[in-house]
């Protein structure tokens, strides 16, 4: 199995509609990030979590919220969908006993299309 | 300027060349570098990683820090087509205790047999 998934793993919605995107993680890691990528673009950081009650905005928090439900459990929400949201999100996880380079491991991505 | 440049390619190559990816970055509290592959319709893993300025080898696989520079570049050797990817260059700084990444926007490796 997986030690990260992210569901659903396509997605196709309609602007103005509630979207939640959820990842899990059995690899016991403490912190949890949400990415988009977008094709020119790259990787750009949304939100981040180092632990259940540690929540911090990213680089391109607008229109997302998130919720840490669990330690293995972090959720990105967009409240109003809107089309330049379409992108292909990822989940990764890292662990707080690594204090040098910060390895992460990603999921497989959710692709979203805001229509 | 963003903080980490890298070209976006694609970069086409046959079988058996040397390929050169690079990024440049502008901030000087960086303090690791490292590289990820990314294959389609896949997450980016983890493929090397170096701390200080020189090379570090491993396999077909060389990373090159030149921190005067404020450049990297990963060398693979004897390219196959598996190595075809977006290779995605990405750094650590520390901030309040805490590390993130920034990456750079990725390079497309086409190899051919």
């Known amino acids: 199995d997986a030690d990260v998934t992210q569901t659903p793993r396509n997605r196709i919605t309609k602007t103005g509609k509630r979207i939640m995107l959820e990842c899990s993680q059995t690899?016991?890691?403490?912190?949890m990030y949400w990415y988009r990528q977008d094709p020119g673009l790259g990787l750009r950081l949304i939100y981040y979590s180092f632990d259940v009650k540690d929540i911090n905005k990213g680089e391109i928090s607008d229109g997302y919220s998130v919720s840490r439900q669990a330690q293995a459990k972090f959720s990105l929400s967009l409240e109003s969908a809107i089309p330049n949201q379409t992108a292909l999100y990822f989940c990764a996880t890292s662990d707080t006993r690594d204090t040098t380079y910060n390895e992460q491991f990603f999921g497989p991505g959710t692709r979203l299309t805001v229509l | 300027q963003k903080e980490v440049e890298q070209d976006p390619g694609p970069l086409s190559v046959p079988e058996g060349a040397i390929v050169s990816l690079n990024c440049t970055y502008s901030n000087s509290a960086f303090q690791y570098f490292m590289w990820y592959r990314q294959y389609s319709r896949k997450g980016p893993e983890l493929l090397m990683y170096t701390y200080s300025s020189g090379n570090k080898e491993d396999g077909r696989f060389t990373a090159q820090v030149d921190k005067s520079s404020k450049y990297i570049s990963l060398f693979i050797r004897d390219s196959q087509p598996s190595d075809s990817a977006t290779y995605l260059c990405?750094?650590?700084?520390?901030?309040?205790?805490?590390?993130?990444?920034?990456f750079g926007k990725g390079t497309m490796l086409l190899v051919s047999p």
């Open positions: 690899k016991g890691h403490d912190r």
């Open positions: 990405a750094m650590s700084t520390m901030n309040s205790g805490y590390s993130t990444l920034t």
